[in-house]
């Protein structure tokens, strides 16, 4: 009897990783790497940047914030033209955007020039959120799939470790190439800091140069089964054809918004969006109290401006440190516990974490209890957020959605998770002032509760299941353990 080909779905989950796999995994590694360095850098380079440009509140918000108002238009934007126009040539775009908006801050002229070209860095780190979750997902296999998805993810936090690196170099050299003046610190550090973007920039598109690979679950999507058997061959290094008798009916769904909230997706959407948001919430409403944190690590009372900015940055590497950690425990995590019960399990953690921090202002102001439970508390969020849902909400938004359909997904779910931001950035502030900061970090303890509800209410459950196979499932089984 001749044995019955298998589908491509089939020979990709029975495959090995190979250096294809490897490739486009590192080169979407390196493009996340390069969102966590330049939402990062920002921060460390801002000192400086007031210093020159003699920037006031309004003109400080307004450069912080444009990378997450671009991040927002270019997930929004760019989501449905990338299930258009296909993966690779919108991974072209992205690596274009991030050397032409990295090399722009590192020479911005003026306030308007570096607002403008941070606006343009966002664009990038918004568009490589469907772009680069949809390429791993849709080529590599089952088992390895939520692991390798996290892992890139993971590069968010190596990225912004290397950017409190690259402040604490950066600062050390001018303290020691210049001692007795700040001066040329104030002026030409912080174009280093953004400079070293550029040069990652241009090493990720090195790597997107050295190879060309379209998905193969793209071409099937469109009905080009003959591009899609090419693209295979190139993906898995062995000879693949894909026919339509072997693979999954074309879906006929167009990548447009209003297919997400048609009923059969309603579900996926809900579980892709809504829990980012209000992670995102919480995520950026707890970087207000950040500072606090870092002065406490790098001794606030400092009076000479470069020793001041040196300490900060070794207490932002330091909270790095943990946010890697976190990711680890992901990865380790992602395919026993699976992802349902990581995200939940990881809200439930923000929301102690938080409560933490919230039973802190019990405590005389200054104390050591106080300052330990700030500490406890803080670093309890972080590994949390790092182990759950800041992995899996990335994650799941990738699994859930069809190909046809699916950067669009990731798009508009990055979106709302950015609008999220804008939230936890301008309206947290104005609360925190009403309100008071114990009544507002139980607010967000309680966003974080609310979002493990919303995911078990709205639970798919894509743990080892082959991808079309997860993105067709409408209702996961009441059990929250991992199929």
């Given amino acids: 009897m001749t044995p019955i080909p298998a589908s491509f779905e089939a020979q990709l989950d029975a495959s090995p990783i190979t250096r294809t796999m490897g490739l486009l995994w590192l080169l979407s590694a390196g493009l996340i790497a390069l969102d966590g360095f330049d939402f990062f850098i920002i921060g460390v380079a801002m000192p400086f940047l007031q210093r020159h440009f003699g920037l006031g509140a309004t003109a400080v918000g307004a450069i912080a914030t444009a990378a997450v108002a671009g991040s927002l238009v270019g997930s929004l934007t760019l989501g449905p033209i990338t ?50 979750v949809s390429y791993i997902t849709e080529n590599v296999p089952a088992r390895h799939r939520g692991r390798m998805v996290i892992g890139a993810f993971t590069f968010q936090a190596v990225g912004a470790l290397l950017g409190a690196v690259t402040g604490l170099v950066t600062i050390h050299l001018f303290r020691t190439l210049y001692p007795d003046s700040d001066q040329m610190a104030i002026h030409y550090a912080w174009r280093w800091m953004l400079g070293v973007g550029v040069v990652l920039a241009v090493a990720v598109a090195i790597v997107r140069l050295s190879f060309g690979l379209e998905s193969p679950r793209y071409y099937i999507s469109r009905g080009e089964y003959a591009e899609a058997s090419k693209a295979a061959t190139q993906l898995l290094e062995t000879p693949i054809a894909i026919t339509p008798a072997l693979e999954p009916p074309v879906s006929g769904d167009r990548p447009t918004y209003g297919t997400l909230f048609a009923p059969a ?15 995102d919430i919480a995520t950026y409403g707890i970087g207000i109290f950040t500072p606090a944190i870092i ?56 929301a102690v974490g938080l409560g933490i921090l919230a039973a802190s202002g019990l405590l005389p102001t200054g104390s050591r209890g106080e300052i330990g439970l700030v500490l406890a508390g803080f670093l309890v969020f972080n590994l949390m957020m790092n182990a759950g849902p800041n992995a899996t909400t ?57 979002a493990a509800v919303v995911t078990f209410i709205f639970q798919i459950e894509t743990s080892g299941q082959p991808l079309e196979t997860a993105a067709a499932a409408e209702i996961k089984t009441a059990s929250l353990a991992p199929d």
């Fill in 265 to 279: 997706h309603r579900r996926r959407t809900i579980l892709a969006s809504v829990p980012w948001f209000l992670q």
């Fill in 295 to 350: 002065g406490v690590l790098a001794f606030a009372g400092e009076a000479d401006f470069m020793a001041r900015e040196m300490g900060a940055a070794q207490g932002a590497a330091a909270v790095d440190v943990f946010l890697i950690l976190g990711f680890l425990g992901a990865i380790a995590l992602v395919e026993t516990l699976g992802r349902i019960r990581l995200q939940i399990l990881g809200f439930l953690g923000m």
């Fill in 83 to 132: 299930d258009r126009v296909g993966r690779q040539l919108m991974l072209i775009v992205d690596v274009a955007i991030f050397v032409v908006a990295t090399a722009g801050t590192a020479l911005a002229w003026n306030v308007a020039s570096l607002i403008a070209f941070r606006f343009l860095v966002g664009v990038g780190i918004g568009a490589d959120y469907p772009i680069s």
């Fill in 394 to 450: 990335f994650l799941l938004s990738g699994e859930v959605f069809p190909t046809a359909m699916r950067a669009t997904g990731v798009g508009f779910a990055a979106a709302f998770a950015k609008a999220g931001a804008v939230v936890g950035t301008f309206v947290l502030p104005i609360l925190q002032k009403t309100w008071g900061v114990p009544p507002l970090l139980l607010a967000l303890s309680g966003c974080c509760v609310l």
